[in-house]
């Protein structure tokens, strides 16, 4: 469903009367296209504190309105190393273009990282390096630096550090005209360049306010950049339409072969999307006891790229909700991944070096009245991610991250009253809805061969929605 609303504000008379009476004002998002694959506009590295950090993938180039706008604030360590933060964005904020980016890099929190020395020991290997297909299994979520115990005064550097969350997403809040700000809390920079050349690209669009972690590398560059996915398969459940359809044929773009998978009933839909993409359909109920063998048996080659995007909503107060619609909810989002998930993985069909995106929904974060079991489902995926992550890159070399949807333009939310539909609209800093693309770019960035170290993340796709904030 159009957004009439965006189209009137990017007229003249839109403009006017949205700025007298103070209405949220969405700037149009630049998304990616082949005509238009990055950002108008350079890179300014800024630093605050004193860094460690390997930077030499980022292409900095100094410019008066920068698209983009990296501040390496890992080697923060205390309330003036804030002020250093403060006094590197204040004078360029104003002077980033619009649709631009502002990534704040910080150090790893975990309790026993000695934060802000720069890269966490052991072998790293340059992404152009191009090493063996797999993950290093001694690397998780938990893993974001050594286990030395926190110094004397590393509560000042865990506050400071700490401080840089509120900076971005308050910095979030208020900076508009469709810009994004984001923070990446590394320790290895090599590791992280999948990650910032997501975030400092039109595929981040709608992900602003976000977190994002990422552990020490090796990573594996993929041989031809504009395909990274050549050669792999990638399974959407859900793929026959909505978001599903979108990331199937992002995965499809980026060279997968996919196999779209979608209930018997859907199983037309299914034909088509992957007939468009030269993929295949395999038309499965994924709550089927044994949905995990009939994969494993469809994909004797093995399987590189596991999308769990099949989701349901039955909406009712909890008073008013019979067992049924509480279990169909939970069967298919939950109980059915957790399942497949096992199977796949005790078959060895998810191969080494292998991916796993779940789907969550900020409903699985704020809550959302008339969807305790929608909510529920969504946040045991955030459960199952979290859990999951550091065993199954230890045992499997496979990544387990999740995408936390928010409001998303789909046949879904098209159908949601009208009011209720312009307030969750609205209600993010960009002002407007996300579009099932925006879901899919971030997938295809967790995908990547190269998001090795990322692991165990759940990245909301909202906007920097203001629900579950
Ligand atoms: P959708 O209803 O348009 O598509 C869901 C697809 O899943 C359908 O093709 C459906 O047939 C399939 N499916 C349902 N049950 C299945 C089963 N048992 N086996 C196999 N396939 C099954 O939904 P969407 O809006 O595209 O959402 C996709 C995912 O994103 C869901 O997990 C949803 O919860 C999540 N999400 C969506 C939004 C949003 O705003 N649209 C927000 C947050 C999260």
């Known amino acids: 469903m159009a957004d009439r609303y965006l189209s009137f504000t990017g007229t003249a008379p839109g403009r006017f009367l949205t700025r007298r009476f103070g209405l ?32 030499s993938c980022l292409r900095a180039d100094a410019s008066d309105r920068p698209a983009a706008v990296v501040l390496d604030a890992t080697g923060v360590r205390d309330v003036d190393g804030l002020a250093e933060v403060h006094a590197a964005l204040h004078p360029v904020v104003r002077s980033v273009a619009a649709g631009g980016r502002v990534v704040v890099l910080g150090a790893p929190l ?20 191009g090493p063996p297909r797999g993950a290093d299994s001694s690397l998780g979520a938990g893993s974001l630096g050594a286990g030395a115990s926190l110094g004397a005064r590393d509560h000042h550097r865990a ?9 971005i997403r308050s910095l979030g809040k208020e900076i508009g005209r469709g810009r994004t700000v984001n923070l990446v ?22 992900v602003s306010g976000q977190v994002i972690g990422v552990g020490a590398g090796p990573v594996t560059a993929p041989a031809d950049p504009a395909r990274p996915l050549a050669g ?25 072969h996919v196999v779209v998978l979608d209930v018997p009933g859907a199983e037309a839909d299914a034909r088509r999307v992957a007939g468009r993409l030269g993929g295949t359909a395999l038309a499965l109920d994924i709550t089927a006891a044994d949905a995990g063998a009939r994969i494993a048996a469809a994909l004797p080659d093995g399987l590189d790229v596991l999308i769990h995007n099949a989701g349901v909503t039955r909406d009712r107060r909890l008073v008013n909700m019979p067992a049924d619609r509480w279990s169909s909810v939970l069967d298919v989002n939950l109980a059915s991944v957790l399942r497949t998930t096992d199977a796949l993985l005790a078959a060895g069909t998810l191969k080494a070096g292998g991916r796993i995106v779940a789907t969550a929904s900020i409903a699985g974060i704020a809550g959302n009245a008339g969807q305790t079991n929608y909510g529920a489902s969504k946040a045991g995926i955030i459960g199952l991610v979290r859990a999951l992550a550091p065993r199954a890159l230890a045992e ?6 999740a995408v936390a949807p928010g409001f998303i333009e ?11 539909r312009e307030a969750g609209r609205r209600m993010n800093s960009l002002a407007q809805g996300g579009l099932p693309v925006d879901v899919a770019e971030t997938t295809a960035w967790l995908a990547h061969p190269a998001s090795g170290a990322v692991n165990g993340q759940v990245v909301r796709v909202c906007g920097q929605s203001l629900l579950g904030a």
């Open 24 to 55: 949220p004002q969405p700037a149009p998002l630049r998304r990616w296209s082949p005509e238009h694959p990055e950002l108008d506009g350079g890179t300014l590295l800024l630093t605050a504190g004193k860094s460690e950090l390997d930077l």
């Open 232 to 256: 792999r398969t990638a399974l959407v459940t859900g793929g026959a339409r909505g978001i599903g359809a979108a990331v199937a044929e992002t995965l499809a773009r980026d060279g997968a």
């Open 110 to 129: 975990d309790a026993g990282t000695p934060l802000g020395t720069g890269s966490s020991p052991g072998a790293r290997t340059p992404l152009d390096a």
């Open 185 to 206: 809390r590394t320790a290895d920079g090599p590791a992280a360049e999948s990650t910032l050349r997501f975030l400092l690209s039109p595929r981040s669009a709608y």
């Open 410 to 420: 789909t046949k879904m939310t098209a159908a949601i009253p009208l009011f209720i």
């Open 396 to 401: 499997h070399g496979v990544t387990v991250n």
């Open 159 to 167: 506050a400071a550090q700490q401080a840089l969350e509120g900076f």
